[in-house]
């Protein structure tokens, strides 16, 4: 749905169900629902007072007769919204909202409030309200994510495919371009995509790819990329020259045809040739590395 269209809807009180719980999941809802909230606590500036003006104009010269000038009280008034919502959005979004990172080849563990780590991997993104964490206990994620939640702690995991709520878990999120999965560890994990709302157990896993949801099992302790290994089940090739490409920070060439073939294995992120034997010889490819930062895949004998 349109951004503009359920901020509209909404501020006329008048969102259907499914509405609202799409204009929950835009990413500046909470900035929206605060600002409504606060309105009444803020009052227009007074930067100049009519009495002010007065005085000030009783003492200048009198020779030239000059026009008052209508616009000023307005110009004020819109200068003062102006100062006001400008204070509202810093008070209550750019001083709240934490930001944290990755680049191509890196890797990251950071804490959360209530004492949870998130380990990002290489080209993710991850936002959430450290101030405000009690009352707004959310994380957007873009990227990839391995959750490790501090035991009877709630929040949700937020992505544009879909949301993760969590209870003392461990679990893994995975959100890149139209690919979504989740992978749960430990404890009990609910994911709600794609109109489908299931809870996972650990060990199971739940992939939303081009509108198809299946659902799948893992026998590791951990997501491997954490370990320094991408793995793959059924994964297709696109999707896995895309992580070589971040692990790595290259750029990979190859016939699209692959493109959707299923790939099951992984690739090290630590030597590059044994990572493209991995992904290349299951295929009947190989590769040459054309610079540091280009590789070109091909079929074995051209």
Known sequence: MEKEYLIKKWLANDLTEDELKAFELLE?????????????YFKASHFSKAESFE??????????????????????????????????YYLLFANNLTHVETLASQKTTIELPDASTVT?????????????WNSNRKVNLDGEAFFKV????????????????????????KQRSNYFEVECYEGIVKVIANNTTKELLAGDTFRL??????????????????????????????????????????????????ATRLFSGGFVHNNLD?????????????YVIESST??????IGL
Do not use: C
Request: charged content about 20%.
């Open 28 to 40: 500046d809802h909470d900035l929206h629902t605060q600002i409504i909230a606060n309105a009444p």
């Open 55 to 88: 005085k000030l104009e009783a003492r200048l010269p009198q020779e030239t007769p000059v026009q008052k000038m209508s616009w000023i009280r307005p110009l004020m008034r819109l200068a003062g919204a102006f100062v006001v919502g400008l204070g509202i």
């Open 120 to 132: 990002l991997n290489a080209l993710t993104e991850i936002s959430y309200h450290k101030k405000r």
């Open 150 to 173: 501090a035991k009877g702690e709630v929040f949700d995991v937020i992505t544009k495919e879909g949301t993760v709520t969590v209870v003392g878990t461990q679990f893994n999120v």
């Open 209 to 258: 790819y081009e509108n198809d949801v299946t659902f799948n099992t893992t026998s590791y302790q951990l997501p491997q990329w954490t370990k320094d290994v991408s793995d793959f089940k059924s994964v297709p090739f696109s999707e896995v020259i895309s992580e070589l490409e971040r692990q790595y920070n290259i750029s990979v060439t190859y016939n699209t045809e692959n």
């Open 274 to 286: 044994n990572a493209l034997k991995s992904i290349t010889e299951p295929l009947e490819l190989t």
């Open 294 to 299: 280009q590789v070109r895949l091909k079929p």
